[in-house]
């Protein structure tokens, strides 16, 4: 009989008869043999299951393991053995220990995997601390990597970030710059591993693929104490940034207008005022008051009144710099600060203001009171500026209403 008619025929006795689940897999990861021990593990009989993917069989989180390691089996790599999750045909899930070694094809080429698996007799509190910790690393949301001192990564774990499928060990030879798209080795991310491998461990925010990562990096450090690279953490937070900053407008402006509140103008307000006395740099306050707001309620309702308001935010806020805080002071109060101004600016913002309400045709007309604090002239303290913007406010509202009344006799 010749040699490889007896190797064959051993091969099917030692199928038949092992009380282990032996199976052979392509590397495509399609199931190509199966021993009556697997069919007695996993309930699926040889012709119900060869031809079939071998995902088939294990838990979602198991799969970029297993696409490694056949991988590392086309690549001719030792695989030895591991603990893995299995399913059962019925859904119940198994703990196995697995070994594989790779068979090579006629062309010397590898063109399968033998896998001999056992189930584990453990299960909650019994599972061995190694397994708790892989299973751990291959679930944890995010990602997990580690470097040498030149920063290229030699290991990564963890589920991934949204939009990415890294695999288990998938970014290995990489840098840490090719990885986080980061070039410049001064700035955000690369910096702070430079300064992980002195000793310094961070934690900050980078933008990556419209993305906001928060990331951890700490010194890589061995037995002895070595710091032999780096050990980053990186988690997506952008739903949460964009409710944070959600909360934040909401705190910080006004609901009608849209402009600031007053709490972040008295906030800016005081910034500035501290700004402006340590570089010696003058700056303005302008105070509006909308005129005859109560006798548009009364008139014609509170709609039209926050109409009104709006239309008078809309005007204000086209008219200042980007770079100035157009607020709701509060009821038909608005203010603003212009930075880096002087009267002269300050007297050209008003000016234009009150024109382009002027100008607006829509129903009711508007026009509105204005005054003007300039730091430090008429005081070095928020309250002192507002004081001043408001008594010039009240008084041209003052002296409009004298006009007004001659021009009616």
Known sequence: MPQELRSERLLAAILETTEEAVLSIGVDGVILSWSRGAERLYGYASNEIVGQQMQQLMPIYEGPGFEEMLERAQRGESLGA????????????????????????????????????RVLEWSGSDVPADV???????????????TDRNLKITSNWGAGLPGTKVRPGALAGKSVGEFLRAADPYSSPLVQHHEALHGTAAHFEYQKNLHTLEIQVAPLRSGAGEITGCIGVAKDITDRKKTEEQIRYQATHDALTGLANYREFMDTLERE?????????????????LDD???????????????ALKRVAAVMKEQCRVTDLVARYGGDEFAVVLIDSDIGMAEHVSQRIEGFLRKDEQEPRLSASIGVGVFPDDGRTAAELLQAADRQLYARKKSSRKEHRVAVR
Request: net charge positive.
């Open 82 to 117: 591991e603990v893995v999750e299995r399913l059962h045909r019925e859904g119940t899930r198994l703990r196995m220990t697995v070994r594989r070694t790779p068979i090579m094809g006629e062309s010397g080429i590898i063109a399968s995997v033998l896998e001999t698996g």
């Open 132 to 146: 708790q910790l892989r299973m751990v690393a291959e679930q944890m949301p995010g990602l997990v990597w580690t």
């Open 273 to 289: 005022v501290r700004r402006a006395d340590r570089t010696h740099q003058k700056f303005t306050v302008i105070m509006l008051d």
């Open 293 to 307: 707001l109560k006798m548009i309620n009364d008139r014609l309702g509170h709609l039209a009144g926050n109409r």
